[in-house]
């Protein structure tokens, strides 16, 4: 990775840092929220994109006669979709961990936090289009990584949080 000359790498690796920062001072309440955030944005938007690009290209109007006429694309709608739905249920829904005597250890914390930067940063490249998927894989080391190992960047966070729940003894019987 070359600092003197900017890449998409330079861009990935801030955004890990910002998100293990959220997590570290958010502590386990808000990052388990924000990763299923991250879960219920990818499930929404893959469900009602091409709905809502129909409406944007005047395909699919609103109870039948309402339709917005914009030049967006696939991928403009699909990250739109992730973007506000995360949003609105990690910070309007009312979800909360259980609050009160963390049981993440600051190496998990900072695992849970990075994973969950991977999760999203996956996420909103998988709504990229095949094509400038791979042009950004060519340029940049880290986007070729989450591009190849893409299924793993979205099932990792989970068996590792079911993992740590195990080590910690935690279940709901």
């Known amino acids: 990775m070359n600092f003197s000359a900017p890449s998409w790498d330079l861009f ?3 955004f890990l840092i910002i998100a293990v920062g959220y997590g570290l ?7 388990i929220v924000t990763m299923v955030a991250a879960y219920i944005g990818l499930v929404i938007s893959s469900l009602l994109w091409s709905d809502v690009f129909g409406f944007f290209q005047g395909t699919h109007p609103l109870l039948g006669r309402y339709f917005i006429r914009a030049n967006v694309t696939e991928s403009q709608i699909q990250i739109g979709l992730f973007a506000i739905s995360m949003f609105l249920v990690s910070h ?12 993440l250890s600051g190496i998990e914390l900072f695992i849970l936090s990075a994973l969950t930067g991977l999760l999203i940063a996956a996420i909103i490249l998988g709504y990229v289009p ?8 060519e340029q940049s080391k880290l986007i070729g990584y989450l ?6 960047a979205i099932l990792t966070p989970i068996a590792v949080v079911v993992l740590l729940g195990i080590k910690n003894g935690r279940s709901r019987d």
């Open 12 to 14: 990935i690796v801030l």
């Open 25 to 31: 001072l958010m502590q386990r309440e808000r990052i």
């Open 92 to 103: 309007k829904a009312g979800i909360d961990a259980e609050k009160g005597r963390g049981w």
């Open 130 to 137: 095949e094509a400038a998927k791979v042009t950004l894989a």
């Open 147 to 152: 591009v190849h190992y893409y299924n793993l």
